[in-house]
């Protein structure tokens, strides 16, 4: 397994919906675990899509609450409730907005072998789960936001005010 570089916002796999998964194989099994490694091999990390590695597979790996998994074709179901609180992504490093969310989620899908698996959550774990199930369907979190919060993070993107590696070198 190995641990996969992050792609950054500007990215066109990070604005296309992923395919579906259709064989539950060797390919897949390795993804999840590069996924893993990816997720835990940094710390902070909630979740990482396969979008964020240059996969465009329904496919995505989560740490939080102390939950730890993974998730294969999910489907979500959201609570009424919300939560308003502070949220980041990989793909936009450095960046952080109240960002609007469910309160409770769950997700519906398979594991690497094929089983069905559920997953419920509420709080961080929710909005995780919300997060990386967004990024299979080519959305990020800002895409979320609106009124002036959308405004100022659309604002810091385009004026690249993000913690990119490029702007490291």
């Given at each position: ?27 897949l ?32 790996v ?48 398979f ?7 559920t ?30 919060g ?20």
């Amino acid at each position: 397994m190995t641990m996969r570089p992050i792609r950054i916002i500007g990215d066109p796999v990070l604005r296309t919906p992923c395919e579906p998964v259709t064989s539950f194989d060797a390919d897949l099994r390795a993804l999840v675990g590069d996924l893993m490694d990816t997720l835990l091999g940094a710390p902070g990390r909630a979740g990482v899509a396969a979008p964020q590695i240059g996969v465009g597979a329904q496919v995505f790996v989560y740490d939080a609450d102390g939950h730890r998994g993974h998730m294969i074709n999910p489907t979500i179901e959201l609570s009424e409730e919300t939560q308003d609180d502070e949220e980041g992504c990989l793909s936009i490093p450095g960046l952080y907005f109240p960002t609007p969310r469910a309160m409770h989620a769950t997700v519906n899908g398979f594991d690497q072998h094929g089983e069905p698996l559920t997953i419920s959550g509420s709080g961080f774990l929710a909005r995780a789960l919300q997060h990386e199930t967004d990024h299979l369907h080519g959305r990020l979190y800002v895409d979320t936001l609106r009124g002036e919060g959308r405004r100022r993070a659309l604002r810091e993107i385009r004026a690249g005010r993000f913690d990119s590696p490029s702007r490291r070198r």
